[in-house]
């Protein structure tokens, strides 16, 4: 029976050709993910059909992925991504409304003391802020059975176009009162909440007022758009 022999060359590229066939197959099945932000950021402005290409403002990533803030022409898109073993795979993208000038972001941080795991709110405003020297956050959560907790956090500026807000207990322990067990139900997570409500007050550099954007917060994670800036 006759064998045909491949010479070195030709194992070369018939494993060569096996690999890149891999590659395609996996590429294909982690839905195509592009190379670069870039490329990502591109993908997101053709879901929108968006000729023209788009301005990135701020990026953040983490362990499994991560979020892009980009400017176009008159507004600003949040694209999530997630990453793969070939790239930055499309996680989804919103187009605000042209009025939206800021988007706050909650996630949550889980910080142990004492043997317990404390729910510890993570709020970062993007988006048009290069203009206010300082920021003060005022967050209000209400819980179903209605109990209320307000939080005020100072916002430290992480970038132009995003400032973050250090958030810090009203009380030390639980036992410095009512308000105080109630402030450390809603941190363990105990309490389930019905809604929250963000206020944001803006000043310039000699500490006078100069605007004040509310944001609604819908439960759970994402983003929540603004309304236009109420000066005050």
């Not at 982690?30 to 990135?56: M, S, V």
């Amino acid at each position: 029976m006759f064998h045909w022999k491949l010479s070195r060359k030709q194992k070369l590229l018939r494993n060569i050709v096996v690999m890149l066939a891999a590659l395609g197959s996996l590429w294909w099945m982690l839905g195509f993910p592009a190379l670069t932000i870039n490329g990502l950021q591109r993908r997101a402005e053709q879901a929108y059909l968006l000729d023209e290409k788009g301005e990135i403002l701020y990026s953040e990533s983490w362990l499994d992925g991560g979020r892009i803030l980009s400017w176009q022409r008159d507004r600003l898109m949040s694209t999530n991504w997630e990453r793969t073993l070939l790239g930055y795979r499309f996680g989804g993208a919103k187009l605000f409304d042209p009025n939206v000038q800021h988007i706050l972001f909650y996630s949550r941080e889980d910080v142990k003391a004492e043997g317990k795991t404390y729910w510890y709110p993570k709020l970062e405003l993007w988006g048009l802020v290069e203009e206010p020297a300082a920021a003060v956050l005022e967050w209000t959560v209400t819980a179903k059975d209605g109990a209320v907790m307000t939080w005020t956090m100072p916002g430290v500026r992480k970038d132009d176009h995003c400032l973050a807000f250090v958030f810090a207990r009203n009380y030390e322990t639980a036992a410095d009162g009512s308000e105080a067990e109630t402030e450390e139900r809603f941190l363990l997570g105990d309490y389930v909440r019905e809604n929250s409500l963000a206020q944001i007050s803006f000043y310039n550099e000699v500490g006078v007022l100069t605007g004040i954007h509310r944001f609604e917060h819908v439960v759970g994670y994402g983003y929540n758009t603004s309304i236009r800036g109420e000066e005050p």
